[in-house]
């Protein structure tokens, strides 16, 4: 399974053209880590140009760290992200050598492109910047605090060692408290509050599949197990739900796990509502590996050690090669990416389980790993997220289960 890296990049220019530099640097998807930076003053410039050198630097600088990696860019050059995408004509003949050689970093098809306000782009924009003083003063960038690390030096860019967790959060709360007045909260509002209109969002109605044999006796049931259907319960849940959505007509497209209960599931929904089913790969529930089928009382007699390392970190997996909750998270956003690109302004349902619907709600409120634990996901429960075009999320609803009563 690729892994998955977030870069994120951006350029300026003092005087448009005038002294210019970029910033680019490498998240981890799950944790926000900064893995890689760079940066460089590159004399007089454009601001396009600039980024578009910003976002050469941030992809060769993931091809470092993994040439196999699924990378997610986010920048706030809507212009970049529009080009790179395809939707936009490239016409400057500054950028057309630049964006042939971001393509040629990764293989098609690896690399996908998120607009984002600046707001959330500080760190790269700060690396730039921090490119544009250095060029100032007759210098090049170097790391200032050691953020981060290359695995292998990009052209071009400045490898650094990694920071602590400490100096890290020092960074944070030194931010913040700059770029926060006293008794504010500096976290963006949610989308409506106050915000320019963003259109109609993309809409997942999230649906846990309904009961199999597993579901009452509360069984670790994953991709990695048995892949039971629907019982006589579960096919009378789904028959509840299709009647309630198709009485509020809002459902425009059905997509599924690859799993046989949501399909099932999706099936009697989908046949309701006269739609087709589209099969996401990336929406299987997690493999528990030898924990299938077990009640986790069993687990708890039977490997004890794995469970408390399970439940202490996502990074920890099931005992005999199952999935960790990190590498479901890392397949699950890709997959929400995927279906926001697919059905931008539209109503889907995803017909999955409960770690990918945990997964999107959490990734959505920007909640820890740990919150997983502290969700209830009933059986044929419908919980909504709402995705906007300048990349922020709003809950809508969780573990909704009226129309079953």
Sequence with gaps: MARELIVEADGGSRGNPGPAGYGAVVLDPVSGEALAEAAEYIGKATNNVAEYKGLVAGLRAAHALDPEAVVRVRMDSKLVVEQMSGRWQIKHPDMKPLAAEARAVFPAGQVSYEWIPRSRNKHADRLANEAMDAGKNGKQWEPRDSRAALAAPAAGATAAPARSAAARAADAAAEAAEEAPAETVSAAPPAGWGAPDLGTPATFVLLRHGETALTPEKRFSGSGGTDPALSPVG??????????????????????????????????????????????????????????????????????????????SAKAAPTGGGESFAAVARRVAVARDKLIARYSGRTVLVVTHVTPIKTLVRLALGAPPESLFRMELSAASLSAVAYYADGNASLRLLNDTSHLR
């Design 235 to 312: 096919r009378r849940q789904a028959e509840a739900t299709a009647a309630a959505l198709a009485a509020r007509g809002t459902v425009q497209a059905v997509v599924s796990s690859p799993l046989l209960r949501c399909r099932e599931t999706a099936g009697a929904i989908a046949d309701r509502l006269g739609l087709d089913v589209r099969v996401e790969e990336g929406l299987r529930e997690t493999d528990f590996g030898a924990w299938e089928g077990l009640t986790f009382a069993e687990v708890r007699e039977r490997f004890p050690d794995d469970l408390d390392a399970w439940l202490r």
